[in-house]
């Protein structure tokens, strides 16, 4: 199975300040028949399901602000907000579904500094 | 609009079954995959299995192998998880979720989920 390991675990930002997190999987998600990253993000506020952010490891879901980007290939991967707002806080996970089963990171709590 | 409508919370003793639904709106029922995944408490996301509301065909973690039963009933919309030999370490918030693919193969990642269905495990 495929280990998904975020970092850090929690953070703390300013708001309209650039959070960044990291994800690393255990083995590569890049497919290179198509060279896609089976990769996604995930928002999950408090006392709420889970949200997807990002898919194929950079494209944004449809509706979701283009302050949030994805980037990375391989095993290294990075969600980024660009300029934090309040509504962001959340814990983010990362996924992968190169292979089964998929899994998920542990999360990264973000906070307002 | 896409909408997946779960059952509501339930209190379970250990050994015994439970069964959550996952009601879905606003799109082709048989079109897509649901799966399942289960969130223990301040914990992070487990991946259960899903179900192929067209065929009715399944695929379940190894975890979960033998304990779990998923099922669809096309009329009205809506995919079930049942979920046996219930133990303490079973008490979770349990989520259906879409998969992102509407084709004949699961994409394995999630665009919709249902609000969640906590279960709780206790003597």
């Known amino acids: 199975d495929i280990v998904m390991t975020q970092s850090p675990d929690s953070l703390a930002v300013s708001l309209g300040e650039r959070a960044t997190i990291n994800c690393k999987s255990s083995?590569?998600?890049?497919?290179?028949?198509?060279?896609?990253?089976?990769l996604a993000w995930y928002q999950q506020k408090l006392g709420q399901p889970p949200k997807m952010l990002i898919y194929?490891?950079?494209t944004r879901e449809s509706g979701v602000p283009d302050r949030f980007s994805g980037s990375g290939s391989g095993t290294d991967f990075t969600l980024t907000i660009s300029s934090l707002q309040a509504e962001d806080v959340a814990v983010y996970y990362c996924?992968?579904?190169?292979?089964?089963?998929?899994?998920f990171g542990q999360g990264t709590k973000l906070e307002i500094k | 609009q896409v909408q997946l409508v779960q059952s509501g919370a339930e209190v379970k003793k250990p050994g015994a079954s439970v069964k959550v639904s996952c009601k879905a709106a606003?799109?082709?029922?048989?079109?897509?995959?649901v799966h399942w995944v289960r969130q223990a408490p301040g914990q992070g996301l487990e991946w259960m299995g899903w179900?192929?509301?067209?065929?009715?065909?399944?695929n379940s973690a190894q975890n979960f192998q033998g304990r779990v039963t998923m099922t669809r009933d096309t009329s009205i919309s809506t995919a079930y998880m049942e979920l046996s030999s219930l133990r303490s370490d079973d008490a979770a918030v349990y989520y259906c979720?879409?998969?992102?693919?509407?084709?004949?193969?699961?994409?394995?990642?999630?665009?919709?989920w249902g609000q969640g269905t906590l279960v709780t495990v206790s003597s």
């Open positions: 606003g799109y082709i029922f048989t079109g897509y995959y």
């Open positions: 996924q992968q579904y190169y292979s089964t089963p998929p899994s």
């Open positions: 083995q590569s998600v890049l497919y290179r028949s198509n060279n896609k990253n089976y």
């Open positions: 194929w490891a950079s």
């Open positions: 179900i192929n509301p067209n065929s009715g065909g399944t």
């Open positions: 979720a879409r998969d992102k693919e509407g084709s004949g193969y699961p994409a394995y990642n999630f665009d919709y």
